[in-house]
């Protein structure tokens, strides 16, 4: 009869939350040099919060200086700008000539 009274909604959405930041944690050992792993793991050596908490602290800041820099409009000339200039530089290196025209007619 015990296994019939549901959890209280507070204990299900603290489960949820502790299996995405396992997910995010994870995620963050898969690929150490992109998440900059050791630094955070320092972090959370330090001051006994989560890296994932610092994760998200630093994508909210990176994300509130680019809008702070120049909004929306920064954002898309930046994209704009620095995606075709790494695909002109992949395309130059590449030894396929179609991967060229196409992105060196983009300038």
Known sequence: MSED???PIHVTAMETLN???TNVDTL???HPSVFQYEKFKKLENKTGYSKVFFLFGAVVAGTLFLIA????QFISDLIGFVYPAY???KAIDSA????????????
């Open 69 to 72: 820099m120049g909004g929306t």
């Open 87 to 89: 695909c002109s530089f």
């Open 19 to 21: 299996a995405a930041l």
């Open 96 to 107: 396929n000539t179609e991967e060229d025209v196409q992105w060196l007619t983009y300038w």
């Open 5 to 7: 009274i549901p959890k």
């Open 28 to 30: 963050m050992e898969k």
